[in-house]
């Protein structure tokens, strides 16, 4: 689950950045995958751990996520709990200090360069979320609801089940190590939420 010999667990990564992006692509303006960060110019970073690379991206970037007009940047980790540097923590502190890692290393540069927000996305590889990820998608999905005029807690049992099967198809590729090509991207243009919950009978949770 660890091992990136044969790129599987970059493949993990990116089907899960591609979800995102195409999800963030209903509801926001000038999506990005891999946007490069503009170069630092002798500005000063706190952290040791900061990434001052000219050529330092991120994994995707929208316009107008959480404040009008804004670029949002988000980068995503997906981090095993039963890796040794993990297995010793509590699986609350192990997400923790992966949000703590990722906004040392691009958080202050894009405030303070960029002008722009920066949101870790952290998961486990067994599905789980990071809190700052939950509250991404938490609020995605509300922007999703008011657009299409569907209910909002379908379009977050759509949501958690598409990035639960990802992580899970990925998590199998890791272990089987198979070099099939994987499915077809969803289109979720004329997605209709409701209708495809019920269908599926996922589990819906309270409003």
Known sequence: ????????????????????????????????????????????????????????????????????????????R?????????????????????EQEKTRAYGERIHHVDQGSFTPLVFTTSGGMGPRAQCFYTRLAELVSEKKQQPRSHVVAWMRCRLSFSLLRSAILCLRGTRHSGPKATTISNMDYEATVVESDIRVGRE
């Open 1 to 76: 689950m660890t091992c990136k010999k044969g790129g599987f667990v970059c493949i993990r990564h990116d089907e899960v950045r591609d979800l995102t992006a195409s999800m963030l692509g209903e509801v926001c303006q000038e999506i990005t995958t891999e946007p490069a960060l503009l170069p630092l110019d002798g500005e000063h970073l706190r952290y040791r751990t900061a990434n001052t690379s000219q050529e330092a991206r991120v994994d995707v970037s929208a316009r107008g996520f959480w404040v009008r007009g804004q670029r949002a940047f988000m980068d995503i």
């Open 78 to 98: 997906i981090f095993d709990p039963m890796a040794a540097c993990h297995r010793e923590l509590p699986l609350q502190a192990a997400h923790h200090r992966n």
